[in-house]
């Protein structure tokens, strides 16, 4: 899988769809740096997130945008979504393979060379690590740190993405240490400085 380099954040939805999230949805993909967008909504009912994640597929596909789902398989496939992402509670690779095909697998390895290691040979199509920093998007028990990006860079040269608190001071640092995407979520959607397209532009 290749990454544009132009292409670099890694978008993940906020916990709740408000009113307007469609149209700043747009705005933020017009810039042309999101590369992939993560619908991950946990307290939503099933039917929900179908209606909402046809819509973000749509604005995906428009925007050349690689349109994942978080932790379902099922989902993913029912949505005709990329690909899907898989935390290590979740589905295994194997399993969720023979629901998605050949779209594309990516899955968390928190801190840990074993767990990436295991997903290298599970042919996952990108692994994630993280926390980097500290977060309020979600309870992290796992904090990553570069060491984990240079060490995994020379096992494998499939995608890394960093996840967790990343921010305007914090992430050339990561992309500096061979982080391939930076997920992002609350730094987005719960910013109260800037519009969520005018954090996007501010990240360079």
Same mark, same amino acid.
């Given at each position: =899988?290749? !990454?544009?380099?132009?292409?670099?954040?890694?978008? !993940?939805?906020?916990?709740?769809?408000?009113?307007?999230? *469609?149209?700043?949805?747009?705005?933020?993909?017009?810039?042309?740096?999101?590369?992939?967008?993560?619908?991950?909504?946990?307290? *939503?009912?099933?039917?929900?997130?179908?209606?909402?994640?046809?819509?973000?597929?749509?604005?995906?596909?428009?925007?050349?945008?690689?349109?994942?789902?978080?932790?379902?398989?099922?989902?993913?496939?029912?949505?005709?979504?990329?690909?899907?992402?898989?935390?290590?509670?979740? =589905?295994? !690779?194997?399993?969720?393979?023979?629901?998605?095909?050949?779209?594309?697998?990516?899955?968390?390895?928190?801190?840990?060379?074993?767990?990436?290691?295991?997903?290298?040979?599970?042919?996952?199509?990108?692994?994630?690590?993280?926390?980097?920093?500290?977060?309020?998007?979600?309870?992290?028990?796992?904090?990553?740190?570069?060491?984990?990006?240079?060490?995994?860079?020379?096992?494998?040269?499939?995608?890394?993405?960093?996840?967790?608190?990343?921010? =305007?001071?914090?992430?050339?640092?990561?992309?500096?240490?061979?982080?391939?995407?930076?997920?992002?979520?609350?730094?987005?959607?719960?910013?109260?400085? *800037?519009?969520?397209?005018?954090?996007?532009?501010?990240?360079?």
């Amino acid at each position: =899988m290749r !990454i544009s380099k132009k292409k670099f954040i890694y978008l !993940i939805s906020p916990n709740k769809i408000y009113p307007q999230f *469609y149209y700043d949805l747009e705005k933020v993909f017009k810039i042309g740096k999101v590369g992939f967008f993560q619908l991950r909504l946990k307290k *939503y009912s099933l039917q929900q997130k179908i209606i909402i994640g046809e819509k973000i597929k749509q604005i995906c596909k428009k925007n050349n945008v690689k349109f994942l789902v978080n932790d379902d398989p099922k989902l993913s496939k029912k949505l005709n979504a990329d690909g899907c992402h898989l935390g290590q509670k979740d =589905m295994n !690779i194997v399993e969720a393979r023979k629901i998605v095909g050949n779209k594309i697998i990516g899955i968390t390895c928190h801190n840990s060379i074993n767990l990436a290691k295991a997903a290298i040979k599970g042919k996952a199509d990108y692994i994630a690590f993280g926390a980097f920093y500290s977060t309020k998007t979600k309870n992290t028990k796992y904090r990553a740190t570069t060491k984990i990006l240079n060490k995994v860079k020379k096992l494998t040269k499939i995608p890394i993405v960093a996840i967790g608190g990343i921010n =305007m001071s914090n992430y050339k640092k990561l992309l500096l240490n061979n982080a391939n995407l930076l997920a992002i979520s609350g730094y987005v959607w719960n910013n109260k400085k *800037y519009k969520p397209f005018e954090t996007i532009e501010k990240i360079k």
